[in-house]
Each structure stands twice: as structure tokens, then as C-alpha cells.
């Protein structure tokens, strides 16, 4: 599976990004993480394959939203009322499993938590 995150950028607090990313095959779950400097990776959200399930790290609740659309194989992460710790570089990941995914929300994604494919990441910066 290839993933291709892009929508990143510059944006004041307050402000709204949405991201978006690309996948090459269907039927995965796909999770968004990021990365801010000298922290862990860590999970933001995960939506399943058919999109009824979905799941957010508490510090984004009621402020992201993801979605995803099936027949162009995109999933989308919408970001509203963003703050300076939403700065870090965004990546996609598929898993196979959405049950992994779900649970790689809130815990660092490594070991059994770690997805099948990573996408390259996209930068975020919330700043005025």
C-alpha cells in the first residue's frame, strides 16, 4: 500500500487545515499520527474501512474530524480551532486490521500498535 499525506502548512491559531491522504489499495483502515519536535509519535485518529467507525485522541476531540472517501481512495483529517500544539508533522498509515488502528489511538504506534504502511509526513505549523 502507498499513502501520500499533503494539506499541510502555516496557519494561525484559531485556524483550519484539512489534510488529506492518498492511498493506492482499498479495504484498509487508515489513521493520521503526528510528530512535534523532540516528542513521540503519537495517534490522532483512525477511521475503518467502510467509515462508520471512527476514533480521536482526546486532545483533538470536537476540533478534528476524519472521513474518508472511498471512491477516490482518500481519507481526509479536517482541522478546526487549531492550536500551537497541533504543531508536528502529519503522516497517513494503513493497517489491515481496524481494530489495531483504534487501538494504536492514544498509544504510541509501535509494536503491535504499529501500522502495515506509513505514509511521508506533512507539516503543520500553528503560529502567529
Known amino acids: 500500500v502507498q499513502l501520500q499525506a499533503s494539506g499541510g502548512g502555516l496557519v494561525q491559531p484559531g485556524g483550519s487545515l484539512r489534510l488529506s491522504c492518498d492511498y493506492s489499495v482499498g479495504d484498509v483502515a487508515i489513521g493520521w499520527f503526528r510528530q512535534a519536535p523532540g516528542k513521540e509519535r503519537e495517534g490522532v485518529s483512525c477511521i475503518s474501512t467502510s467509515g462508520g467507525s471512527t476514533k480521536y485522541a482526546d486532545s483533538v476531540k470536537g476540533r478534528f474530524t476524519i472521513s474518508r472517501d472511498n471512491l477516490k481512495n482518500t481519507v481526509f483529517l479536517q482541522m478546526n480551532s487549531l492550536k500551537p500544539d497541533d504543531t508536528a508533522v502529519y503522516y497517513c498509515?494503513?493497517?489491515?486490521?481496524?481494530?489495531?488502528?483504534?487501538?494504536?489511538?492514544?498509544?504510541?504506534?509501535?509494536?503491535?500498535?504499529?501500522?502495515?504502511?506509513w505514509g511521508q509526513g506533512t507539516e503543520v505549523t500553528v503560529s502567529s
Open positions: 498509515a494503513s493497517y489491515s486490521w481496524a481494530t489495531r488502528c483504534m487501538q494504536a489511538i492514544g498509544t504510541p504506534p509501535v509494536g503491535r500498535y504499529s501500522p502495515d504502511y
